[in-house]
């Protein structure tokens, strides 16, 4: 079975760090794009950033552009959101996702992730960021 388990989140203090993990299994890792989405309270879900099959092509909502860092360790099946400098509105659930080659190749077309390109998800992370 495909699965997907985030983990890392917590309750930081505005301007502190966290690092995101996705642990994948069950598919060929290698073959997919992966993206993080995040739903605050009360809003809709929104996309983060996002990473390529092949680690050459990373994307970044402007919300999080130059605080966060998308990676991946094909080795180990893991996907990795290293965020920073974080602030209030980064509290919520984030969510990592399998996509197919067109969830970076749009994102980056049109400026913004969508989940539409996303075939399995995994359970998500409460990140809290407050005083």
């Known amino acids: 079975d495909v699965q997907l388990q985030a983990s890392g989140g917590g309750l930081v203090q505005p301007g502190g760090s966290l690092r995101l993990s996705c642990a994948a299994s069950?598919?060929?890792?290698?073959?997919?794009?992966i993206g993080w989405f995040r739903q605050a309270p009360g809003k809709e879900r929104e996309g983060v950033s996002c990473i390529s099959s092949s680690e050459d092509i990373t994307f970044y909502e402007d919300s999080v552009k130059g605080r966060f860092t998308i990676s991946r360790d094909n080795a180990k099946n893991t996907v990795y959101l290293q965020m920073s400098s974080l602030a209030p509105e980064d509290t919520g659930v984030y969510y990592c996702?399998?996509?197919?080659?067109?969830?970076?190749?749009?994102?980056?077309?049109?400026?913004?992730?969508?989940?539409?390109?996303?075939?399995?998800w995994g359970q998500g992370t409460l990140v809290t960021v407050s005083s």
């Open positions: 996702a399998i996509g197919g080659r067109m969830l970076v190749t749009i994102a980056q077309a049109m400026g913004a992730m969508s989940e539409v390109y996303c075939d399995y």
């Open positions: 069950g598919f060929t890792f290698d073959d997919y794009a």
